[in-house]
């Protein structure tokens, strides 16, 4: 298995610009989390889904931010504006949620470094 | 905020085992343990969980306390690539809601 896969690696834009980033879970995961890290805050949970449905969104700070899980292999993240505090790197990560609560880890990506200046 | 205390940091000489420790008294019965680590500039990666029992793989031991408020990650043969900054986590499993917090930086020395 390829694990979660990121795209793009880095990304670097100019303040305003739309920015999106895109996550591949691994296949079979039903569970996907998208995690922003920053030396200030570390790391934060932004928004998860369960079987393509967003369940808790209440870590994405402002508006400008927008996840959609179109279908089970695929996530997107879009920042529009960007601003400069955006800068971060943005992590994926994907999980299986199993009704018998066996306890499965979570599975991350390499990770967007985002850049906006 | 994270359900969990631990140390900012550690030192561990090379070759020495590394014990991290952590403080959950507030975990709930059916809520695991989960240890991940995250070197430099890299995602988390998962090293082990357990609910109740002692856990043990190639990676890392688990020891749970038996009223289960605290748990030590035990590295047992630390070496200069274990340095990284470990993160004690509890939550119910895979697909649910998991905070982390600050962790342990852990420095393995030669």
């Known amino acids: 298995d390829a694990g979660v896969i990121q795209s793009p690696r880095h990304e670097v834009t100019e303040m305003g610009q739309e920015v999106t980033l895109r996550c591949k879970p691994i296949s079979g995961h039903n569970s996907l989390f998208w995690y922003r890290q920053t030396m200030m805050r570390g790391l934060e949970l932004l928004i998860y889904f369960n079987n393509n449905v967003p369940i808790d969104d209440s870590g994405m700070p402002e508006d400008r931010f927008s996840a959609k899980m179109p279908n089970a292999s695929f996530s997107t993240l879009k920042i529009q504006p960007s601003e400069p505090r955006d800068s971060a790197v943005y992590f994926c990560?994907?999980?299986?949620?199993?009704?018998?609560?066996?306890?499965?880890?979570?599975?991350f990506g390499s990770g967007t470094r985002l850049t906006v200046v | 905020d994270a359900k969990t205390t631990q140390p900012p940091s550690m030192d561990c000489a090379e070759g020495r085992a590394a014990n991290l420790p952590c403080n959950h008294s507030?975990?709930?019965?059916?809520?695991?343990v989960y240890w991940y680590r995250q070197i430099h500039s890299q995602g988390p990666q998962y090293i082990i969980h357990?609910?109740?029992n002692n856990e043990t793989n190639e990676m890392a031991s688990l020891i749970i306390t038996e009223d289960r408020k605290s748990s030590t990650l035990i590295l047992p043969h630390a070496t200069l690539r274990d340095t990284a900054v470990y993160y004690c986590i509890v939550n119910l499993g895979g697909g649910f809601k998991t905070i982390f917090g600050a962790g342990t930086r852990l420095f393995v020395k030669a």
């Open positions: 507030t975990i709930s019965g059916n809520e695991y």
């Open positions: 990560a994907s999980s299986l949620m199993d009704r018998r609560a066996l306890g499965y880890g979570y599975t």
């Open positions: 357990g609910l109740k």
